[in-house]
């Protein structure tokens, strides 16, 4: 009888572990069922994804790469005019009684293009960006975020001026002192304090028209930066005259650097100044010479370096030997330059 029991009870046990070992295999077939189906998921989702970053990515560099080449050309030009209008006042050719950017028309023709090339050079660039995400490559949205400060210090000059250390400058000349004053009270001010009265930067939109002109659209082409030559020939050459309206978009620049030195316009000094810096940034970063997931302009302590401040001084070095001025005074615009950029980057 005793053996009849256990052997119930072994029988029933087989069955139940039997039982059980049917439901776990089940659930397991189930989960490792719905875990492939996962994976297949994941996997699908990854292949898109690589698929999308892949056409993106070609996308990207086919649109941006030819601008970004011919912008990086386009600021080492500018940079180099910055450092040239430093030495010309060092050498006296921008001093009380040779202003070149007003008399030698090639310089200040070639300076209004030299600058405001690779600000047309920008706008390209960003038209080409509308529907491409720039967080695909590290490298062209830095040089992007650095191209898009630039374009706008010409239109910081009251930012820059104001930016420690701070100078006057009040060139609609609105200052509680100068409520009452007749326009020609005006004119006399403007004439004898520069420094502070003369218009030394441009809006926004006077950026946007002057910087248009320097785009050629031709029908199906794709629209790319005039060179120097087909920008003079179009607005300086024999039969164009000042008094036509593609002039006179440019009489604006002109009027801009008028009688321009570092000493008497320095707030458009400091605007030079901040592009020269991000002309620096933006070569470095272009060259290659360093790795670009490791940049982060947020972290100004670390990013100062490639605005390389101490060779920019070196390079706009304007002070004549025989001239008296601090270092301090010297160093100013540079100073304030560098915070104006901390502030914005």
């Known amino acids: 009888m005793i053996e009849i029991v256990i052997a119930i009870i072994a029988l029933v046990s087989s069955v139940i572990t039997a039982v059980v070992s049917a439901i776990f295999n089940r659930k397991n077939e189930i989960r490792l069922k719905y875990l492939e189906n996962e994976l297949a998921i994941k996997r ?67 300076t209004i293009y030299r600058l405001l090339a690779p600000m047309a050079a920008f706008k390209l660039l960003q038209r080409r960006l509308t529907t491409i995400d720039l967080e695909l490559d590290h490298s062209i949205n830095i040089q ?14 009251v930012d820059l001026a104001r930016s420690e250390p701070s100078i006057p400058y009040d060139p609609d000349q609105i200052g509680p002192e100068l409520t009452n004053i007749t326009e020609s009270e005006r004119i006399e001010s403007r004439t004898k304090h ?3 009265y003369w218009l030394q930067g441009l809006k926004v939109g006077t950026l946007d028209i002057l910087t248009e002109h320097l785009i050629l659209s031709n029908g199906n082409a794709i629209p790319r930066i005039k060179s120097f030559g087909e920008f003079e020939q179009e607005f300086f050459g024999k039969g164009n005259h000042t008094n036509t309206s593609e002039s006179n978009e440019f009489e604006v620049f002109i009027t801009l650097f008028s009688f321009f030195h570092p000493k008497t316009r320095p707030v458009l000094w400091r605007v030079l100044i901040a592009q ?70």
Do not use: H
């Not at 008296?324 to 901390?342: H, R, V, W």
């Open 144 to 157: 992007y975020s650095l191209a898009k400060n630039l374009y706008y210090t010409f239109s910081s000059a």
């Open 44 to 110: 699908a989702e990854q292949d898109a994804r690589r698929d999308y970053e892949y056409e993106a990515r070609k996308r990207l560099y086919q649109e941006c790469e030819p601008v970004l080449f011919q912008f990086a050309e386009l600021s080492e030009s500018a940079l180099r005019r910055i450092y040239a209008l430093a030495r010309n006042a060092r050498e006296g050719n921008l001093g009380p009684y040779r202003y070149w950017l007003s008399t030698d028309n090639y310089f200040i023709r070639s």
């Open 194 to 196: 520069p420094e502070k």
């Open 276 to 345: 020269a810096y991000l002309y620096n940034a933006i070569i470095y970063v272009r060259s290659g010479t360093t790795q670009a997931s490791s940049l982060n302009i947020k972290n100004f302590d670390t990013f100062k370096v490639l605005l390389k401040i101490d060779k920019t001084k070196s390079e706009c070095n304007w002070k004549q030997p025989n001239e008296i001025i601090s270092d301090g005074e010297f160093c100013m615009p540079f100073t304030a330059a560098k915070n104006y950029l901390q502030n914005i980057l």
